[in-house]
């Protein structure tokens, strides 16, 4: 969620604020970038998909975000034949550029514990470690109300 909110920020905003005075206004366009995002990444995964050595990560979120912004300017490829090519322009830069494999975590993540324990003393609270108990009720159609 977080690459997320960073690609929105930083690759589609360019770091610019929303430019609507209204809450309509600014509730479209924070659609508007939402579903243009989620545009951008179906596209990357359906070009990846094509490749079975191309993982979805190594598809560049702003290459995507670029070709797509020259098809707009452009009005190039707007109009769609009877069959519909699920890689596209798109697809086609994205596989031309993928990004190099990610390397493989060596260290698991852990919680990183606070500098100070003293204002846990002070609250006189326990750090101990405790066991979680989860419990699922799955209830099935006869048995609901």
């Known amino acids: 969620m977080e690459s997320a909110y960073f690609a929105i920020k930083k690759s589609m ?9 209204t809450w309509a206004g600014i509730a479209q366009e924070v659609y508007a970038l939402l579903v ?32 797509a ?20 322009t798109i697809g ?15 260290s698991p993540r852990a919680v990183k514990r606070p500098l100070s324990r003293y204002a846990y003393k002070s609250l006189k609270v326990d750090r101990p470690t405790y066991t979680a108990t989860l419990s699922i009720n799955i209830l099935s159609p006869a048995n609901s109300p």
Not at 81 to 86: G, H, N, Q, S, V
Not at 92 to 106: F, G, T, W
Request: glycine content about 6%; proline content about 4%.
């Open 13 to 21: 905003l360019g770091r610019r604020v929303l430019r609507s005075k």
């Open 36 to 67: 243009a995002y989620q545009v951008l990444r179906i596209a990357i995964a359906d070009a990846t998909a094509t490749t079975p050595e191309a993982d979805p990560d190594r598809g560049s979120f702003s290459v995507a975000l670029r070709c």
């Open 69 to 88: 912004h020259d098809q707009m300017i452009q009005a190039a490829g707007i109009t769609a034949d009877t069959a519909i090519e699920l890689v596209g």
């Open 92 to 106: 086609r830069a994205i596989l031309d550029q993928l990004m190099p494999s990610r390397r493989l975590r060596v």
